[in-house]
């Protein structure tokens, strides 16, 4: 979603602003903007698309402002115009968002009524125009602000600046993440703590309904009762993180060939190597004895790991799984077991739909587990529980290594559960986590089919549709594998359980149709061959993704069979998540498109 830097400086701040928008080009955007203090008057630049048509205009008309906010906008109301970007402003005062303003109609009929002159189709131009009118009443701009923030609905991040003040910045949070960098004599604003990378390591965040009163000096944070909150800041490692690409063409193939290691770090934190058992924090507020089911609630690729999990659970603890999409188990009002067990999963942890879940289910008395890759997120913070994945900062829109740490994360715990459960013995517990250890070396040799795959996605470009095909926890991977192509390439696909595809999809078979078949040979595998065998005798490109022992028993013509190496079926998920990976990848390559920023996508969705 949109992302948010404020500065307030000792030195023009525009080009600041521009590189730390750079560093949140992975949220995903379509306009940019910023607006600084010129002579002590708001000043803005603003461009649809990449940041570099708004470096164009900066260079044809520069800015020396010391102080100012930068925005990278996703569109929400109103389609990405110069008009609609960020910064919105008034003469008085500027503003840039991120989230929804819900009753910004209601307020906009009110501002009208009251001769406020709107330019643009957005909500976020309410709140300039709210400030500016209890300015115009005599209120100071914190006084306004406060007066202004409890009229707004929905979820946001604001930061404002203000005509005649260059050091004054404030900020709010309701749902949507900001954060308060410090520096020396200067303090920041920003979405995350990558955009504030460059500038500090130390940070505060805010927390829901907080505000930020920013001047050179320093930061006085407040509540939604304008109390005063003593709020410690802490050192952060976003700095340690060199978000480059370095040889890789895209993060996107920077971030799959990262997954050996995230996934090894990941497992370490996990794993008793020595005892070959997994380690998990000793003071859970559950006991998985003691869960008669346990919920799941997650959006996207999340999702699909959830989906992955409930295999796991089930199958390995005994453990009945209930899994929603988030957006529709906050509005389900779906009963819930007294002391339960929720888990969500999200890579940002700031997901809104995740988040909304996580509090209903906080709210009828449920245990929270909360499996996030950013530890200092408001899903980690609100849940009882938080389990670190470890991926480091992903760029790409399309998740890759976030993916592959979360079902690490998963598959370890869905061991404790199955041992703590009396399911699974001491040695089955050693046999199992044994296969979690060779997993980084298979994760290794299944990207080594990258080259077979760049050549493979050659075909995918002339096609219009695809089908992925799966059993068991396969039929996850479909869906993610159908997903990552939808994403990146934009070629219409989906992911089918393997035994429904006479259930409709078969229909849709041709010999124009690639059928992307994803079987391990494991318990499973002969019923997904009489499947591929329908598919087969309709004409359809068969790419088969298997094992030798696969292969054998297969004996089927395909356009493709892709050798993975054998696996124990509980990480079977990750290593054959890494071919459906690189077959999105370099499809959307070879089509052109823009593969870590895909159109109308955003890395963190923080809105509904």
């Known amino acids: 979603m949109c992302g948010i830097i404020g500065i307030v400086g000792t030195a023009p701040v525009a080009d600041r602003l521009v590189d730390a928008l750079r560093r949140l080009e992975y949220r995903g955007y379509d306009s940019a903007g910023v607006a600084t203090l010129e002579h002590g008057q708001l000043t803005r630049r603003r461009a649809e698309g990449k940041l570099r048509n708004l470096e164009t205009v900066l260079a044809d008309a520069p800015l020396a402002g010391h102080i100012g906010i930068g925005h990278t906008r996703w569109a929400t109301h109103g389609r990405p115009s110069v008009a609609n970007a960020h910064p919105h402003a008034t003469t008085r005062v500027a503003v840039v968002h991120n989230g929804i303003i819900e009753n910004f109609r209601d307020l906009r009929e009110e501002l009208l009524a009251d001769g406020a002159n709107f330019e643009s189709e957005t909500d976020t131009e309410v709140v300039a125009h709210l400030v500016s009118r209890e300015m115009n009443h005599g209120r100071s701009p914190m006084e306004a602000v406060a007066n202004s923030l409890p009229r707004l609905q929905g979820a946001f991040a604001l930061v404002f600046l203000f005509d005649g003040d260059d050091n004054l910045l404030i900020g709010a949070r309701k749902g949507s993440p900001l954060a308060v960098g410090y520096g020396r004599g200067e303090m920041f604003l920003g979405s995350d703590a990558i955009a504030l990378a460059p500038f500090t390591d130390t940070i505060a965040y805010l927390d829901d309904g907080e505000w930020a009163v920013l001047t050179r000096d320093g930061a006085v944070i407040r509540n939604a009762a304008n109390e005063v909150v003593v709020r410690a800041p802490q050192k952060t490692t976003a700095a340690a993180f060199m978000v480059e690409k370095g040889n890789f063409r895209h993060f996107m193939a920077k971030e799959m060939h990262e997954q050996p290691e995230v996934v090894a770090h990941t497992l370490g934190h996990y794993i008793d190597m020595a005892n070959e058992t997994v380690r998990l924090p000793e003071d859970l507020p559950f006991d998985f004895a003691k869960l008669n089911r346990m919920c799941i609630a997650a959006c996207g690729t999340a999702y699909y790991a959830g989906l992955v999990a409930r295999y796991w659970f089930e199958a390995l603890a005994r453990l009945p799984v209930e899994i929603d999409v988030a957006s529709e188990f906050r509005y389900r009002e779906a009963p819930l077991d007294p002391n339960g067990l929720m888990l969500v999963i999200s890579q940002s942890g700031e997901t809104a739909d995740t988040l909304a879940s996580l509090r209903y289910a906080r709210d009828q008395g449920q245990s929270v587990l909360a499996v996030v890759n950013v ?230 969705v923080t809105v509904e």
């Not at 389990?387 to 480091?392: D, E, R, V």
């Open 375 to 604: 530890p200092t997120s408001t899903i980690a913070r609100e849940a009882h529980v938080a389990l670190p994945t470890l991926a480091g900062p992903e760029i790409g829109v399309a998740s890759t290594k976030a993916f592959t740490c979360q079902l690490a994360t998963l598959a370890a715990l869905a061991v404790a559960a199955g041992r703590a459960r009396g399911v699974l013995s001491a040695a089955e517990e050693k046999r199992l986590v044994r296969a979690l250890i060779e997993l980084p070396r298979l994760m290794n040799e299944a990207l080594k089919l990258g080259p077979t795959i760049e050549h493979l996605a050659r075909s995918f470009t002339q096609t219009r549709d695809v089908l992925y095909l799966g059993r068991g926890t396969a039929y996850p991977l479909a869906l993610e594998g159908a997903l990552k192509l939808k994403e990146i390439s934009y070629i219409h696909a989906e992911g089918y359980a393997a035994g429904e595809l006479k259930h409709g999809p078969i229909a849709l078979i041709d010999e124009k149709m690639p059928v992307v078949v994803i079987a391990p040979h494991d318990s499973v595998f002969d019923k997904t061959v009489s499947n591929m065998q329908e598919v087969a005798a309709r004409g359809g490109r068969i790419i088969l993704l298997t094992d030798e022992a696969g292969a054998r028993r297969a004996a089927l013509e395909t356009e493709a069979t892709l050798i993975l190496p054998d696996a124990d079926p509980l990480i079977a998920p990750l290593v054959y998540a890494i071919p459906v990976q690189l077959l999105a990848y370099h499809t959307a390559v070879h089509m052109g498109t823009d593969v870590d920023q895909p159109r109308n996508l955003a890395k963190s």
